[in-house]
């Protein structure tokens, strides 16, 4: 049994995409979408959120899974099964989403796009429950912490990737932004939180969302 891996940042991370959803869903209500620099900005805000989205599952997919699949007892290898066909209907729903922003604009059936963020968050948030509840537990028997060093890494390389932990305080917990940001040490933390706080704050500027 490996050391037992603390994975409330993840929590956080569900937490933050959940609050996404909802900041862009008011966004595309709100906006004038005959103006490019509003739907470029949206635009710009959702390639963010999705990027990430796909990232973090894929990287679940590739480094948390198998790892802990190859140790598991039948039961719980069939929760983890489960992950893994709950990601493809949460990408399938993201897809339909993706396809929508993309194409942003005056002509946009503004009330469908906003259903089809309603459906990416009910598949979400069932598959996110079901994950705090039931995978993690999983994982903390059998994922170690180079598997998680793989699975960071690969977060790490995605674009924009210093914006994560500042997005993921944006409207968090005072637990939640205290638990996110002590994943750094110390010394590490005082350099990079005010970086990455200034970028993040820039990008939500130059969005408006």
């Known amino acids: 049994m490996s050391e037992q891996i603390d994975f409330t940042v993840n929590a956080n991370m569900h937490a933050a995409f959940q609050r996404e959803i909802a900041r862009l869903r008011a966004a595309v209500a709100a906006a004038d979408l005959s103006a490019p620099l509003a739907v470029g900005g949206i635009q710009r805000r959702y390639r963010f959120f999705s990027d990430t989205l796909h990232t973090h599952h894929e990287a679940e997919d590739r480094y948390l899974w198998p790892p802990?699949?190859?140790?598991?007892?039948?039961?719980?290898?069939?929760?983890?099964?489960?992950m893994e066909s709950e990601h493809e209907s949460l990408q399938q729903a993201l897809e339909s989403l993706d396809g929508a922003m993309t194409v942003l604009g005056p002509d946009t059936d503004v009330a469908g796009v906003q259903a089809a963020f309603d459906r990416l968050r009910g598949v979400l948030d069932g598959h996110c429950a079901h994950e705090e509840r039931d995978a993690i537990p999983v994982l903390q028997k059998y994922v170690s912490r180079e598997d998680l060093k793989e699975f960071m890494t690969y977060t790490r390389a995605q674009a924009d990737s210093s914006l994560l932990l500042p997005w993921i305080c944006d409207g968090a917990s005072s637990a939640q932004v205290a638990s996110t940001w002590g994943m750094l040490p110390g010394f590490v933390r005082v350099f990079?939180?005010?970086?990455?706080t200034r970028k993040y704050d820039k990008f939500t500027a130059e969005c408006g969302v």
């Not at 699949?69 to 039948?74: H, V, W």
């Not at 990079?192 to 990455?196: A, L, S």
Request: charged share 15%.
């Open 68 to 82: 802990a699949l190859q140790q598991a007892t039948p039961a719980e290898k069939v929760v983890l099964t489960a």
């Open 192 to 196: 990079v939180k005010p970086m990455t």
